[in-house]
């Protein structure tokens, strides 16, 4: 979460006229993250989150609004959409000449946490589980927007910036691994609803326990051990001595609730490996052609080129 979109009180304030959500007391602009603009609200009724929606495409976002309605229907604890007076889930903002469209969001409790210890690595491997099972019954579908047409393309978008910057083995190591996924198929194992992007700033936790799951615009159509191998690369992987033992302490929650088949255990050292890929190849693309933004983080693409070395060992 970031701030690109700068807001008044006075803008959120006429936002909040379509909502009943009661008088603006306060708000706040929200550091972590990269990709929307977001803050907190307080009104009469409570903290809230606004978000600000930078770069996704607007015919897209009904889809992520009743996802998540669906999913807190049904017990997961995430955020819930606040309806406007019309019953419509999506606001619009107008920023200079352009036209965006925002919506407002509970605020969970909790927090977000920088590591996380053998006893949250299960609780987090437990609540994804939670997840998908509570996903089956949302009959939408959206397909992969990083899928191997994405990677294709970013990666040759970034091919000569990161010989230039990088070097030339990260630039063959970009090449082969694209090779080897190109080659593997993941159409037999079972699919869902994945959250895609369930890195530790978008779980929160009270103690040992999950208190929440947020920022679900990554969330697609696709194999739900995809989004076990990106959980455990984001949450887990901390290319140290421990990371065998993290990434089962992860698993061992996953599967109190869903055991895993034996295709998907058989296909999960691909899987890590194309979820490493993925996010290296975002990562040196943000890094290669930066955005401006008020509030922005850009994060470093060399941890998941590390991370992709170690699944590669």
Same mark, same amino acid.
């Given at each position: ?9 006075? +803008? ?5 006229? +379509? ?6 007391? $306060?708000?706040?602009?929200? $550091? $972590? ?5 977001? *803050? ?16 996704? +495409? ?5 889809? *992520? ?12 604890? %995430?955020?819930? /959409? ?20 925002? %919506?407002?969001?509970? %605020? ?11 006893? =949250? ?14 996903? =089956? ?19 040759? #978008?970034?091919?000569?910036? /990161? ?44 103690? +040992? ?27 887990? /992987? ?13 698993? #061992? ?5 869903? /055991? ?28 290669? *052609?930066?955005?401006?933004? $008020?509030?922005?983080?850009? #994060? ?14």
């Amino acid at each position: 979460m970031s701030v690109y979109t700068e807001l008044t009180h006075a +803008d959120i304030a006429h936002i909040l006229k +379509d909502y009943h959500l009661g008088a603006l007391h $306060a708000f706040e602009g929200i $550091a $972590a993250g990269i990709e929307n603009s977001n *803050f907190f609200v307080d009104t009469e009724q409570g903290r809230f989150v606004l978000t600000i929606f930078e770069r996704m +495409d607007a015919m897209e976002l009904p889809y *992520f609004m009743r996802l998540m309605r669906h999913l807190a229907k049904e017990g997961l604890s %995430c955020p819930d /959409v606040m309806q406007r007076s019309d019953g419509s889930l999506l606001f619009e903002i107008h920023t200079g000449d352009e036209k965006k469209s925002g %919506c407002i969001v509970s %605020c969970l409790h909790g927090k977000t946490l920088d590591d996380l210890n053998m006893a =949250q690595l299960r609780a987090s491997g437990k609540a994804l589980a939670q997840l998908h099972l509570a996903g =089956q019954s949302f009959a939408e579908k959206r397909d992969n927007p990083t899928g191997m047409h994405w990677l294709e393309t970013h990666i040759e #978008k970034v091919s000569d910036g /990161v010989r230039h910057q990088y070097g030339e083995a990260a630039s063959d190591l970009l090449k082969s691994e694209l090779l080897f996924q190109q080659s593997q198929s993941f159409n037999a194992l079972p699919q869902g609803v994945i959250h895609g992007d369930l890195f530790v700033d978008n779980i929160l936790f009270d103690g +040992d326990t999950v208190s929440g799951i947020i920022d679900f615009y990554y969330a697609h159509t696709a194999p739900w051990a995809m989004d076990i191998a990106i959980a455990l690369n984001a949450q887990a /992987v901390a290319l140290g001595d421990e990371d065998k033992l993290r990434m089962q302490s992860f698993l #061992k929650g996953y599967e109190s609730l869903r /055991v895993l088949r034996a295709d998907e255990k058989e296909m999960l050292p691909v899987l890590l490996r194309l979820a490493a890929l993925r996010f290296w190849v975002s990562r040196l693309f943000d890094a290669l *052609f930066p955005r401006g933004g $008020a509030m922005t983080q850009t #994060k470093d693409p060399e941890e998941y080129r590390k991370k992709l070395l170690f699944h590669r060992m």
